[in-house]
């Protein structure tokens, strides 16, 4: 679990909930039907005419893998891990077709693959994994940017909601009793404004920079399996091949030797 998307995600609920509250109104007065058709419906057909409705789909997938922290990087493992397989194929106790077996990061997989299968050079190797990881990449990146752009919809639509709500009031000047209803009315017309404004900054925007930092992580976890793999086909010394992956990482974060070991 996410802990910190989902303590965002609660903090920011409870911070517009308790604003709200603070008003003094009835808090079903922010419940305004029309406000929430303009701003969901509005940002859902921009989007659909921005993207593939698939692709709109696959971001609800995202969201929910995001929130629950699932697919997390693990720097310290995938290290100890490229060190166990740097001893047993440089021992000869592990073949091809054993050597990818047990490990979950489906990149590293694909790496210990093309090295234990002898077949290509090095730099064939680095070659065919860096494209492999630009395409991971621009992929990842995508998903970041298609939240950030739909999060720049909200706003506008509640600005539209707003704008609908005033031409309705401006046609009943002029009526008696109009002076009474001026107030109330741009209440309601500036509930879309706050729909709108809430679900960029709280849902969309907040989400697209976490998908982007994730990228980042996403991104160094793979030039590290690159490097480790290149060593692998080189059957390094072990304490070299650790301090060359180590030089990936802050020094809080790497491997000592007793953890290695």
Known sequence: MN??????????????????SET?????????????LIVCGGTLAAAAISFPMSKILTLAKVFVLRLLGRNQVDYQGTIEQMLELNKKMSLGL?????????????????????????????????AILEQRLRTIEHHYLHEANMFSKIGKYPPAFGLLATTLGMIALLQKIGQPGAEKLIGPAMAIGLVGTLYGIALANL???????????????????????????????????PVFMRESLNSFLLPGERVRRRNAA
């Not at 303590?7 to 604003?19: D, H, Q, R």
């Not at 003094?24 to 929430?36: A, Q, S, V, W």
């Not at 790496?111 to 190797?125: K, P, Y």
Request: negative net charge.
């Open 203 to 237: 849902v969309f925007l907040p989400i697209g920079e976490a998908l982007a930092e994730k990228t980042e992580e996403e991104v160094t976890l793979r030039r590290m399996i690159i490097e480790g793999a290149i060593l692998l086909k080189q059957r390094v010394n």
């Open 24 to 36: 003094g109104m009835d808090m079903g007065f922010f419940l305004n039907k029309h406000g929430i």
């Open 3 to 20: 802990f910190s998307s989902l303590f965002g995600i609660v903090v920011g609920l409870v911070v517009l909930l308790l604003s709200l």
């Open 94 to 126: 592990v073949n091809s077709q054993d050597a990818t077996q047990g490990i979950q990061n489906a990149f590293l997989r694909e790496a210990v693959a093309l090295v234990s299968d002898g077949i290509l050079s090095e730099r064939e190797i680095r």
